[in-house]
């Protein structure tokens, strides 16, 4: 009889995880999505501003390569500073609620990242970069160069 009790509570524990597991893979793949939707919309943003620039820049023989390799840079670096940032950011507050609930609850808390999480993070930011790096990079060789010049 207890072992078939055990066998309940370990098949219940194991559906469990898989219904977390489950909720926290629909959660990351709707965060990406939206920082994707985001990091386009910046890029749109920031692409709409500079499009004299870029028409300045044709217009005096600068190639699509060129152009494009300056974007994807510039926005390499703000990205990377970002993830940096982030990273800084959720650090502080992991460690402030393990303060918070050491002193105020009186319990141990204990944070486990592996170096699977760690990959993966370093992965899917990475790449969402270099994806929306490159998108807007080619976005910007495709300004129209006269029209942009004869508007300013």
Same mark, same amino acid.
């Given at each position: 009889m207890v072992t078939h009790s055990v066998a309940d509570a370990q098949e219940e524990a194991l559906i469990s995880i898989r219904a977390q597991k489950a909720t926290k893979?629909?959660?990351?793949?709707v965060l990406l999505l939206l920082l994707g939707i985001n990091l386009y919309s910046s890029f749109s943003n920031a +692409?709409?501003?500079? /499009?004299?620039?870029?028409?300045? /820049?044709?217009a005096i023989g600068a190639s699509g390569g060129s152009? @494009?390799?300056?974007? !994807? !840079?510039?926005?390499m670096m703000? @990205?990377?500073v970002n993830i940096a940032a982030s990273i800084i950011i959720v650090l502080d507050v992991l460690v402030g609620y393990k303060l918070y609930v050491r002193?105020?609850?009186n319990m141990t808390w204990t944070v486990n990242i592996s170096i699977h999480t760690i990959l993966m993070f370093l992965v899917c930011s +990475?790449? +969402?970069?270099?994806?929306?790096s490159l998108l807007f990079a080619y976005k910007s060789t495709k300004v129209e160069i006269v029209q942009y010049l004869k508007a300013e």
């Open positions: 893979g629909i959660i990351a793949i +692409l709409e501003r500079r /499009k004299y620039e870029i028409g300045v /820049k044709r152009i @494009m390799g300056q974007f !994807l !840079l510039e926005s703000v @990205m990377l002193i105020v609850e +990475l790449s +969402l970069t270099t994806a929306f």
